[in-house]
């Protein structure tokens, strides 16, 4: 029952459903529910950290400003930990995971995550301002394919987007980043 399956998830992250639910999978769950059954999990949306490299002013989740003593300092699942996670969460449903934070690409082990979660089949996606991303992680990402990374470009011009982000050269970071990703 749900009552059950509840209590080895709650604290460990936020579940939801994907944004590209459909009426059937919708009716699925609803019957579920109804019939008392586990219901079907199909996405979990997941912070790999709570830290950004910015400090945007329109962010609703004011994270803490990321700095190499923060970083170190945060704990976190660790890789190992989190594939544990998706090897519980995938007999209820799951089908994907969403990464966005604070900003994902901070995470120092999200490599690992990111390959657990491809070699289950997972679908990943991802919520990044696109300024932290390494030839390594962009790699990684070519490898894996996931199915979205959504950024976010504030204004045409690059001091308007600066100041909205809080961060000189914000902008030629996005573009260059994005430009990693569809290359």
């Known amino acids: 029952t749900a009552e059950e399956a509840a209590p080895q998830y709650h604290g460990l992250c936020t579940i939801a459903c994907s944004s590209r639910i459909t009426n059937r999978v919708l009716r699925d769950i609803v019957e579920n529910i109804e019939s008392g059954a586990v219901p079907l999990l199909r996405s979990i949306y997941y912070n790999p950290t709570s830290l950004c490299n910015l400090a945007c002013r329109h962010c609703w989740l004011s994270p803490e400003r990321a700095t190499a003593k923060s970083l170190a300092e945060e704990r976190g ?43 289950r089949g997972l679908d990943q996606w991802f919520e990044s ?31 308007q ?17 994005a430009r990693k990703v569809v290359d």
């Open 77 to 119: 699942l660790s890789a190992v930990e989190f594939a544990a996670v998706l090897d519980q969460a995938m007999p209820l449903g799951l089908t994907g995971v969403k990464y966005t934070g604070g900003e994902p690409f901070l995470k120092a082990d999200l490599g690992k995550m990111l390959e657990a979660a491809h070699q």
């Open 161 to 177: 987007h600066d100041r909205q982000r809080g961060r000189a050269g914000a902008f030629a970071l996005t573009l260059a980043n």
């Open 129 to 159: 301002n696109l300024t932290t991303l390494s030839e390594e992680m962009a790699q990684i990402l070519a490898g894996i394919q996931p199915s979205m990374i959504s950024t976010s470009l504030d204004h045409c011009q690059a001091e």
